[in-house]
C-alpha cells in the first residue's frame, strides 16, 4: 500500500526544485496534495500533473496562511519548505557587517516567519485528528557559520530550533503531531545551476563546488523527497524534535587520513 494513502499534505514553496520533487513523491504515494506558492504558473501546471490542487501563499503573510485555513482547515501533512538565500533580488553584500537591516528582515520574514505560520497552521489543521506531521526546511547553514549569508544562515538556525520547541509543544498537548526538521547542503537546484551554468567548465565549476563534500558530488531534490517522505510517514511515528542531515558528509569530520 502507498505509504501516504488517504493522507493531504500541504508543501510550501511546491511549484518548483526541492519542493516539487517532494510534491511528485507525495503523490507518488497517495497524497491528496495542496501545492502552495507564490509561483503561480509553474504551480498550476504542476497541480495539474499530479492532480492536486494549487493555491498561491506568500508565507510571511499572516492574511494568506488565514485564507489557506478558511479553504484547508484540515491537513495530515504539513512541509514548510519555502525559503530564499536572500541573493535572488540583491546580490549583496549579506555579510555581518554590511547586510541592511532591510534585507535581514526580509529573508526572515520568509525562512522564519513563513516557518512559524506554516507551524501554527499545521498544528490548528492537525487537532481534529490529534496527529500529523510537520516537516521544516533547515539547511546545514543552520548548524554552521555562513559569513557571507548571514541572514540565510540565522534563520536556517532559528527553524532548527523552532521545530524542536513545536514538537515539544505538540507533545505536551498528548498530541500525536510530530515535528522535524531536514538540513539539506548542496542539493542540485535551479540556485545553483545558474551559478554552474551550461558552458564548458561546467564539470570542472561543479567539481569545485563539492569540493570539500566527502562524498564529492551534490545531492539531488529526489534524495531530499526521500527524506522527507520518511518523516511524512507512520515509519518515522516515534521520530519528533530530530532533525536529519543530507549533506554528503560534510558535518561528519574530514575524510583525510592523520599524517604518519
Given at each position: 500500500m502507498p505509504k501516504l494513502q488517504d493522507k493531504s499534505a500541504l508543501i510550501t514553496g511546491g511549484a518548483r526544485g526541492i519542493g516539487a520533487a517532494i510534491v511528485r513523491c507525495f503523490a507518488a504515494e497517495g497524497a491528496q496534495i495542496v501545492i502552495a506558492d507564490i509561483d503561480a504558473e509553474n504551480g498550476t501546471e504542476l497541480a495539474a500533473e499530479i492532480g492536486g490542487v494549487f493555491i498561491k501563499l506568500d508565507v510571511s503573510s499572516e492574511k494568506d496562511w488565514e485564507s489557506l485555513a478558511a479553504e484547508h482547515s484540515q491537513m495530515d501533512i504539513v512541509v514548510n519548505n519555502a525559503?530564499?538565500?536572500?541573493?535572488?533580488?540583491?546580490?549583496?553584500?549579506?555579510?555581518?557587517e554590511h547586510a541592511t537591516l532591510g534585507e535581514w528582515h526580509r529573508v526572515h520574514a520568509v525562512n522564519l516567519d513563513g516557518t512559524f505560520l506554516g507551524c501554527r497552521y499545521a498544528i490548528r489543521?492537525?487537532?481534529q485528528k490529534r496527529a500529523g506531521s510537520i516537516i521544516n526546511m533547515s539547511s546545514r547553514s543552520g548548524l554552521v557559520?555562513?559569513?557571507g549569508a548571514a541572514a540565510y544562515a540565522s534563520s536556517k538556525a532559528a527553524i532548527r530550533n523552532h521545530t524542536k520547541s513545536?514538537?515539544?509543544?505538540?507533545?505536551?498537548?498528548?498530541?500525536?503531531?510530530r515535528c522535524n526538521s531536514i538540513h539539506p547542503a548542496a542539493i542540485l537546484t535551479p540556485m545553483w545551476e545558474a551559478m554552474i551554468g551550461n558552458g564548458p567548465d561546467r564539470d570542472a565549476r561543479m567539481?569545485?563546488?563539492?569540493?570539500?563534500t566527502p562524498l564529492k558530488r551534490f545531492g539531488t531534490v529526489d534524495e531530499v523527497a526521500?527524506?522527507?517522505l520518511l518523516l511524512a510517514s507512520d515509519d518515522a511515528s516515534y521520530m519528533t524534535g530530530s532533525e536529519i542531515h543530507l549533506d554528503g558528509g560534510l558535518l561528519a569530520g574530514s575524510a583525510a587520513s592523520p599524517g604518519g
Open positions: 525559503g530564499i538565500t536572500g541573493f535572488e533580488e540583491n546580490a549583496g553584500p549579506h555579510d555581518p489543521a492537525m487537532r557559520g555562513i559569513p513545536v514538537a515539544l509543544y505538540c507533545a505536551g498537548q498528548g498530541l500525536k503531531i567539481a569545485a563546488m563539492v569540493a570539500d526521500a527524506i522527507a
